[in-house]
């Protein structure tokens, strides 16, 4: 065997270990790895119409931000927060975090 051949073989090997180790390590650790494989599913719909979000129309509430389409839907949302805020978490959607008052 000659030495680039020799290489090419040694290459192969180590990127299957190193495939292996990684499939080994998925299937066997708990917690917090296989937390980080869950993902985030992110609002991109209106709670009230259904449409889009506009990010610059929302409601915070309970430390979470709803987004909302339009002024009109903002209103209905401070009526009854609670409601759209379980509404959205049973559909698995995770609310943004509301961002501290800004000082004056």
Do not use: H
């Amino acid at each position: 065997m000659n030495t680039q051949n020799w290489l090419l073989v040694c290459a192969i090997t180590a990127q299957l270990t190193t495939v292996a180790f990684a499939a080994e390590k998925d299937t066997t650790l708990t917690g917090a790895a296989s937390t980080n494989a869950v993902a985030v599913k992110v609002q991109t719909l209106c709670p009230v119409m259904g449409g889009p979000i506009d990010k610059s129309q929302f409601v915070d509430y309970k430390g979470k931000r709803i987004y909302v389409c339009c002024g009109g839907c903002v209103a209905k949302i401070k009526k009854n927060p609670e409601k759209y805020v379980k509404q959205l978490e049973a559909e698995g959607i995770t609310l943004a975090k509301a961002e501290p008052p800004k000082a004056k």
